[in-house]
């Protein structure tokens, strides 16, 4: 029989895996008290055996979890606040950095058109049954006559041992009842760097249409959560293999493929962006940089043409890839705010940086990327990085040496320029005022023209000469200086 008590006492470390270990202790002493039967259930039980830190503990007992809830609250130190939701039965305490939530057991039943399920009380069995996979299903008893066992009615601590995710019931009935579970299995997969059971796999590609009727608030969850694993092209080839990925994210399973014409070939793109989106991961846990690698090549399969004397082509890519960024993030549920912009920048300026590294070029193609990025650019120069992935390992050597002349260059220009998000010294005030006049066309077109004119190393990035280049083009213009000004 395996016990937690022996287990913690050998393995684990209270302080790291625990919030005050006497939560375990005041959980029983309020189930003896009121005669209840009270379990620790789910993921914190499995990470408990993986050895994964887990700031979020379920409780499940055979009757009321928000009774229980009360009365535990009562014991902790602070009286922390306790937030209820009747209409789930359920409870939860924020203590410290932690979570823990209570329910009552239940089984649940679904009709076919809703993942929302038909809940009624029930036993500990019921409930280790309504669980998604064998590994989740693990509890650990809370009560005095058996406290510290573990409740396995689904081997799930075998499947932890062998890595694999299964469902403890037919996985047929599992995913058509919630197929948002066809998510959660490949993001536990992804996560835990486990694999999925043939027949829980089989039955996953089954049942993957069944997505339609999730809400996709709740799929892209899951989504940013496989993007935000360790490795996350194992994640992205199981929503693949497994037809998901075309239920959910069509453009980027267009990517797919090889064509061939006259003898010549094209890289998978597919392929090479999960490529991206793993170089990426190892430099950075930001969500939308990540993005930023899976979109970057969005657009290939919109601009591939063929020329007889160059091959394959993708000519313009980058632009339409940006225009695209919106439109995908407003259907995936994915934020439309800066979020967006950024990663639509990204998208848009991602084959800029390799243009710099001729030795004839210019610093005001440098001023122009770096006006274009602004703070971004060192996030534009990991992409770019990242986007070599050549088998070749001297040619990857070779680019990489490539941006570590760029990376050079964008220094000395910004410490000499300082033009990274910069603003021209001349305001749209400062004209109106000068030449007194009213807003209108002629602000932007000297605006526009001093902004150039610094980005093009005509004049310095100071007022003083911004100020005597606006002077100039409003005598151009025919503008005249107001008296005071004279």
Not at 73 to 80: E, F, Y
Not at 127 to 141: E, H, P, V, Y
Not at 183 to 192: E, G, K, P, T, V
Request: hydrophobic share 35%.
């Amino acid at each position: 029989m395996w016990d937690f008590r022996k287990f913690y006492e050998q393995q684990m470390d209270y302080s790291q895996l625990l919030s005050p270990k006497f939560i375990f202790q005041n959980v029983q002493q309020v189930s003896d008290e009121s005669g209840l039967d009270s379990y620790v259930v789910g993921g914190y039980v499995r990470d408990l055996i993986l050895k994964r830190n887990s700031k979020d503990i379920d409780f499940v007992c055979v009757g009321s979890g928000i009774s229980l809830a009360e009365k535990v609250a009562r014991l902790l130190p602070g009286k922390p606040k306790t937030s209820y939701f009747k209409n789930f039965g359920t409870a939860m305490i924020k203590h410290k950095n932690y979570e823990f939530e209570f329910v009552g057991a239940r089984r649940e039943s679904y009709q076919r058109d809703s993942r929302k399920p038909i809940v009624e009380d029930g036993t500990l069995d019921d409930d280790q049954k309504r669980r998604d996979f064998t590994i989740n299903a693990l509890a650990i008893s809370l009560n005095s006559d058996s406290y510290g066992e573990l409740i396995d009615p689904f081997d799930g601590l075998k499947d932890l041992k062998k890595k694999i995710i299964r469902t403890p019931l037919d996985p047929d009935i599992t995913f058509s009842d919630d197929p948002l579970r066809i998510m959660r299995a490949i993001r536990f997969a992804a996560q835990l760097k486990f694999d999925i059971e043939p027949d829980t796999f089989d039955s996953l590609t089954k049942n993957a249409h069944r997505l339609s009727i999730v809400s996709k608030e709740r799929i892209i969850v899951e989504l940013n959560k496989i993007i935000m694993s360790d490795k996350p092209s194992y994640g992205f080839q199981l929503l693949f293999h497994s037809g998901v990925l075309k239920e959910i994210f069509p453009e980027m399973v267009k990517l797919h493929g090889v064509k061939v014409k006259n003898g010549q070939s094209h890289k998978d793109n597919f392929f090479h962006t999960l490529k991206v989106l793993d170089n990426v991961s190892e430099m950075t846990e930001d969500l939308f940089l990540r993005w930023a690698a899976i979109l970057h090549d969005i657009a290939k399969p919109a601009t591939q043409r063929f020329n007889d004397k160059v091959g394959w082509t993708f000519h313009g890519h980058e632009d339409r890839g940006g225009r695209m960024v919106p439109g995908i993030f407003k259907r995936m549920k994915l934020p439309m705010d800066d979020r967006m912009k950024y990663v639509q920048k990204l998208v848009r300026l991602h084959l800029r940086p390799i243009a710099l590294v001729k030795k004839d070029i210019t610093d005001s193609a440098i001023r122009r990327l770096l006006y274009e990025a602004g703070d971004d650019i060192e996030d534009l120069m990991k992409l770019c990085r990242a986007d070599v992935t050549s088998k070749n390992h001297d040619r990857v050597k070779r680019y990489l040496a490539n941006f570590d002349v760029v990376d050079r260059k964008l220094k000395e220009v910004e410490a000499q320029d300082q033009v990274r998000n910069f603003q021209p010294p001349v305001t749209g005030e400062m004209i109106m005022k000068t030449f007194d006049i009213q807003p209108g066309r002629i602000i932007g077109i000297i605006k526009e023209k001093i902004k150039e004119s610094i980005l093009d190393g005509v004049i310095p990035n100071d007022r003083e000469a911004a100020t005597k280049m606006m002077m100039e083009i409003g005598k151009q213009e025919g503008l005249v200086v107001r008296e005071e000004n004279s």
